[in-house]
């Protein structure tokens, strides 16, 4: 009956697949979270180039739609450093980030609506929409333009 039990275990490509089939994941990403599961070692790695060979496992697909989930609500910085934590590649992070800059303003401005009714009246509230904003990953230029855009200020 101890081969029942084995037989039940799902084998490290299996676990693999089973978590690029809710989301993508980076190689770095599955690496971490199959880890526990690799009974000799070498295993994993070779699982994990087989996944990549026949293109279920891609950095670009991951950077995309990292990009297209969060890009709404957060700043390049925040995406630069969720990119980071799963261990894409630096050339493919400047080129995804970089391709955010020109939409800052404008996402900054919509996710600034979309939490608050009114520019700020006090300096406490303008320091709290400030640190909302900066806390989302907006840089500090793009958080002093939506400020003043909203108070109707003019912005350079």
Do not use: C
């Amino acid at each position: 009956m101890a081969t029942g039990r084995l037989a039940l275990q799902p084998s490290l490509k299996g676990r693999a697949l089973r978590l690029l089939s809710r989301r993508e994941h980076s190689r770095d990403e599955l690496e971490r979270k199959l880890q526990p599961y690799e009974e000799e070692p070498g295993t994993l790695a070779l699982a994990l180039d087989e996944l990549q060979a026949k293109g279920y496992i891609s950095e670009q697909r991951v950077a995309e739609s990292v990009l297209n989930r969060r890009a709404g609500r957060l700043g390049a910085a925040r995406i630069r450093q969720e990119l980071q934590d799963k261990g894409l590649a630096r050339d493919l992070i400047e080129q995804t980030v970089g391709s955010l800059k020109d939409s800052e303003l404008t996402r900054a401005q919509e996710v600034w609506r979309r939490k608050f009714a009114a520019p700020p009246a006090s300096p406490q509230e303008r320091a709290r929409q400030t640190r909302f904003l900066l806390t989302r990953g907006f840089s500090a230029e793009v958080v002093r333009r939506v400020l003043a855009a909203g108070a109707g200020d003019e912005v350079d």
